[in-house]
């Protein structure tokens, strides 16, 4: 008999620690596929949408960066809003948006960016601004403001404050209705969450359509798996700084993207990750609430990854 987590998880600590609807044993067996295998189109994925592998981390980011940056330039040439929901994480793509854009002087009037979610109490209410943890604190200092003269102007920079966050719908809406775009930047969360939409939602809603139909949650219970996840990315692992609740977009806006740009930059060196099985679940899993996800190759777009993500996802002692 096997002794792994599937085999010794009855009585363990761990039991009904998991989201209700995962299948272990289905992910265990996506993770042992081939790393050549992680970019094989399966018949649900969007004809446009194409994962895209990365060799290094400064690839990665310069890859992902050019693409933000050529949606802004390309929204500009034809005279059109656009509007992002931004993420913060991964974070290192926004350096190089900065570079291209001035590199080609391209003006970012026309920008309307939404930050996807927000640190909160169970209430909703939010960090300060200015707090080293703030979601918005971070935007400010690796986007909006080193665009210098070229930045998006404040009135069109949105944060999932308890207040903004209930608007975003209407005013997408109304941007769209005057032809603008909307693009979905986002990373991929430990238990495979889209911004801060946890898994464990999905026992709430009885229907698909019902789950697709949310555009947002204040105070948001975050998976301990999401609080382990930012603490050893965002506080240096210190675990205590790290909120258990969260402003957050669901799945009513951000699947409604005309296109989508995804990063997985989740391995921390001398070989060990954190991120290599929830990309494999989002680009071979089945959509599924239960791994939201999933929904993201459903859309238009690329995904870019590092390609150690790809594995082998084997044990290597470290």
Do not use: I, N
């Given at each position: 008999m096997a002794v792994n987590l599937m085999s010794t998880l009855k009585g363990s600590l761990l039991e009904g620690f998991f989201p209700a609807g995962w299948d272990?044993?289905?992910?265990?067996e996506i993770c042992s596929r081939p790393p050549e295998s992680i970019t094989q189109r399966e018949r649900w994925w969007n004809k446009k949408f194409e994962p895209i592998a990365c060799e290094s981390l400064a690839d990665f980011d310069m890859m992902m960066g050019h693409e933000i940056a050529l949606e802004i330039a390309n929204a500009k040439k034809t005279g059109t809003p656009i509007v992002f929901i931004l993420p913060v994480g991964p974070m290192g793509m926004y350096r190089w948006a900065v570079y291209f854009l001035k590199e080609w002087k391209c003006e970012c009037r026309h920008v309307h960016g939404f930050n996807m979610d927000e640190w909160s109490d169970p209430k909703g209410a939010t960090l300060p601004a200015n707090d080293p943890g703030a979601f918005q604190n971070a935007m400010e200092g690796a986007f909006y403001g080193p665009l210098g003269a070229l930045t998006v102007p404040k009135a069109q920079r949105h944060f999932a404050t308890k207040t903004?966050?209930?608007?975003?719908?209407?005013?997408i809406a109304a941007l769209r209705k005057k032809g603008a775009r909307l693009v979905t930047v986002f990373g991929i969360g430990r238990v495979c969450h889209i911004?801060?939409?946890?898994?464990?939602?999905?026992?709430?809603?009885?229907?698909?359509k019902e789950w697709k139909s949310q555009e947002f949650r204040l105070g948001a219970r975050l998976h301990p798996l999401t609080i382990e996840q930012n603490a050893i990315t965002s506080f240096k692992s210190r675990t205590t700084l790290v909120p258990t609740t969260a402003n957050t977009i669901g799945p009513g806006l951000f699947l409604k993207s005309d296109r989508i740009i995804g990063g997985a930059d989740g391995a921390?060196?001398?070989?060990?990750?954190?991120?290599?099985m929830s990309l494999?679940?989002?680009?071979?899993?089945?959509p599924t609430p239960w791994i939201p996800s999933t929904f993201m190759p459903t859309l238009a777009g690329r995904l870019f990854f590092l390609k150690e993500l790809a594995g082998p996802l084997v044990a290597e002692c470290n």
């Open positions: 272990l044993a289905v992910l265990d903004e966050l209930p608007a975003y719908s209407g005013r911004a801060f939409w946890e898994p464990h939602f999905a026992a709430e809603f009885k229907t698909l921390l060196g001398r070989g060990m990750m954190w991120q290599g494999w679940a989002t680009l071979h899993h089945e």
